[in-house]
């Protein structure tokens, strides 16, 4: 026998109540998610939740690969970005950006969840501009690329870094990388044996700074770059 319909008025309102909670539910969510950015690099996409941030992304892309191109990277790389509203931790450290070698996908916090995270710790003791945190993209950009162009069959940590921080600083607008290296006295690195995960781990903005001049004082910096894609850096003695 058929059931008869249900004439209950205080469940029909409850269906009610739960279809227009659902409904409100589905709306904020699409209100809210990331929206795709294709950027002129091919094979570049960003999800970003503000189309500023997204844009100012695929500008740090295309800055970052035209530098590394006329560094003699390959930069056919093909990866997404996404611009995180949240803090990002890597081995129980807040980190500025990850890369995820085997999915090519980049998490960088959005230009407001940067802020928050200079709050806490000011990168290189900059105040957090656009342009510091286009530098948190070119870093982790780089990282993407040179994992394409390294002939290693397990290239070392801090040969990654090395190229991800000396590019980073090296798209800086001049003005922004003069005052940035104003704030430390480290001498860069002497020899190559000095570029090594012990340094890198002890602080890694320092690393950086002496990554950076090292790159400063080559005479053919492209030269030292395929030097670091093609064969192990000397161990520290």
């Keep these: 026998m058929p059931r008869p319909p249900d004439t209950n008025i205080g469940v029909q309102v409850k269906r009610i109540r739960l279809m227009l909670v659902l409904l409100l539910a589905l709306a904020n ?44 990277f390959h930069v056919d790389t093909r990866f997404t970005i996404e611009l995180v509203d949240h803090p990002l931790r890597l081995h129980g450290s807040e980190v500025t950006g990850t890369y995820d070698s085997r999915h090519l996908y980049i998490e960088v916090p959005n230009f407001s969840q940067a802020q928050r995270v200079a709050g806490r710790h000011a990168p290189f003791g900059m105040f957090m501009s656009h342009e510091i945190w286009q530098s948190f993209i070119a870093h982790e950009v780089a990282h993407a690329v040179a994992q394409a162009n390294f002939r290693l069959a397990k290239p070392g940590l801090a040969a990654h870094e090395y190229i991800a921080y000396v590019v980073q600083l090296a798209t800086l607008p001049k ?45 053919d910096p492209s030269e030292f770059f395929q030097r670091l894609l093609n064969r192990n850096l000397s161990s520290p003695r």
């Design 29 to 72: 969510a699409s209100a809210y998610s990331a929206k795709l950015i294709t950027c002129a690099a091919p094979g570049v996409n960003v999800y970003s939740y503000e189309a500023e941030d997204g844009d100012l992304a695929c500008q740090a892309v295309g800055s970052t690969l035209a530098f590394m191109k006329s560094m003699g």
């Design 175 to 219: 003005e922004t990388s003069e005052e940035l290296l104003e704030r430390f006295d480290n001498s860069p690195f002497r020899h190559e044996r000095q570029i090594n995960r012990v340094f890198l781990e002890l602080d890694p903005e320092v690393f950086a700074v002496k990554a950076y001049r090292h790159y400063l004082a080559q005479p």
